[in-house]
């Protein structure tokens, strides 16, 4: 496994995955949004924003990576994203072999800024309990409190 990143890099990317939150955002789909690193923790392999409420910014970017890179790589790979990443979007991480997460807000948040929002059902099932039940020891960081405002800001008056 290649070095982890430093908090710097952390911050970095997830201050780009925020961005593209905002893009979604302005055209209309829901403030997510998600970067594939490569393991020099530099090299920004992919992005993606939300689509739709089945199609997370996350699902999206690692089917994606999937058909583009081999599962060794991917291995080394980290995925950021502006939010704790649901189960779904969990399962498609672990399946697809990427080796390290970076979220910005827990999923306990995200459910404070949405409510009980019809396109947004959060689940109370944090990725790390969704890893935890694999095989594979996939590496989390996160909740990062010192992004919280930059990350909540984008959901405020959207839900």
């Known amino acids: 496994m290649p070095p982890e990143p430093t908090q ?4 970095q990317h997830l201050r780009r995955a925020n961005q593209l ?3 979604s955002r302005q055209f209309g789909h ?23 409420t089945v199609n997370h910014a996350e699902a999206v970017l690692i089917r994606t990576a999937w ?20 189960a779904m979007c969990a399962g ?7 080796g ?14 949405t409510g009980n929002h019809e396109a ?9 309990d969704v890893f935890d039940r694999g095989q594979k020891a996939i590496q989390v960081w996160g909740p990062f409190p010192e992004m919280e405002a930059e990350i909540t800001d984008v959901h405020r008056n959207f839900w």
């Not at 710097?8 to 911050?11: G, S």
């Not at 498609?92 to 990427?98: D, I, K, L, P, R």
């Not at 390290?100 to 800024?113: D, P, Q, S």
């Open 8 to 11: 710097e890099q952390m911050i």
């Open 21 to 23: 939150a905002i893009r």
């Open 30 to 52: 829901h403030p997510f949004g998600a970067l594939l690193v490569a393991p020099d923790r530099e090299t920004v392999l992919l992005e993606q924003g939300n689509v739709d």
């Open 67 to 86: 058909l583009n890179f081999s599962s060794d790589y991917l291995w080394g790979c980290t995925l950021y994203t502006t939010a704790e990443p649901c």
């Open 92 to 98: 498609t991480q672990y399946w697809a072999n990427v």
């Open 100 to 113: 390290r997460l970076v979220y910005g807000i827990a999923e306990t948040r995200l459910l404070e800024l």
């Open 120 to 128: 947004n059902p959060t689940l109370n099932l944090p990725c790390r």
